[in-house]
């Protein structure tokens, strides 16, 4: 089955850029997801890239989808205290599941 | 004007006992999902449902229950519970099963087991 990974930890200064990381396994993934999760809330959904898609860009978010490699990235540009958060990626598979990463918390020092 | 919506927020029960977690959404989906999340924040689905019909139902206990009475309602129903079943437990809720499956998530139940 599919299998999603990511790092699990990920410390930036305020102002400058994040990049998150994420391999999956199941190629025929046809949509890749980016979700951000506050301490003690649920999921948001931040952006997601169609699987024919190298890269979307969405304010101070890109992401980066390298099919060969499965590989795909978030970057957040400018990044701020407020986004600290715990960032999951998810990829889809047969039947409308979602498989998610084991999440990367993302730590932004002042 | 929540989108999705669960209760309670925290759950503190005793092993053995059995609970149910409730699970709206008001934005008029067809399927509707439990997700267990635990300690070390991995999330794993359960269950979905796409118009009160069970679709994906993963290697859950049998002391798990969903019940959906409608397609704006699913809810979760433990019997037994055990000390394992501590976790957070998310409801979410997508347009349909179609392959660009944005979900949307509820707050979470926090379930601890003593």
């Known amino acids: 089955g599919e299998d999603v990974e990511q790092s699990l930890f990920l410390s930036v200064r305020e102002g400058d850029s994040s990049v998150i990381n994420c391999t999956y396994t199941?190629?025929?993934?046809?949509?890749l997801y980016w979700y951000k999760q506050e301490p003690g809330a649920g999921l948001q959904l931040l952006t997601y890239?169609?699987?024919?898609?190298d890269m979307k860009q969405d304010q101070r978010l890109t992401v980066l989808l390298n099919k060969k490699d499965k590989h795909l990235s978030l970057r957040i540009a400018d990044t701020q205290t407020g986004d600290s958060a715990i960032y999951f990626c998810?990829?889809?598979?047969?039947?409308?599941?979602?498989?998610f990463g084991q999440g990367t918390e993302l730590s932004v020092k002042p | 004007d929540t989108a999705v919506s669960q209760t309670p927020k925290y759950l503190v029960t005793q092993m053995g006992n059995d609970k149910s977690i409730k699970c709206e959404q008001n934005?008029?989906?067809?399927?509707m999902y439990w997700y267990k999340q635990d300690s070390k924040k991995f999330l794993k689905i359960m269950f979905s449902?796409?118009?009160?019909?069970?679709?994906i139902n993963e290697t859950v206990p049998n002391r798990f229950s969903p019940k959906s009475p409608d397609k704006a309602h699913l809810n979760l129903h433990i019997n037994s519970l055990e000390l394992g079943d501590s976790a957070v437990y998310f409801c979410?809720?997508?347009?349909?099963?179609?392959?660009?499956?944005?979900?949307?998530f509820g707050p979470g139940t926090r379930l601890t087991v003593l």
């Open positions: 979410a809720s997508s347009q349909d099963v179609s392959r660009r499956n944005e979900q949307f």
């Open positions: 934005l008029g989906h067809d399927t």
């Open positions: 890239i169609f699987s024919n898609m």
């Open positions: 449902y796409n118009n009160k019909e069970l679709i």
């Open positions: 199941d190629s025929s993934s046809t949509y």
């Open positions: 998810a990829a889809d598979n047969q039947g409308g599941k979602l498989i």
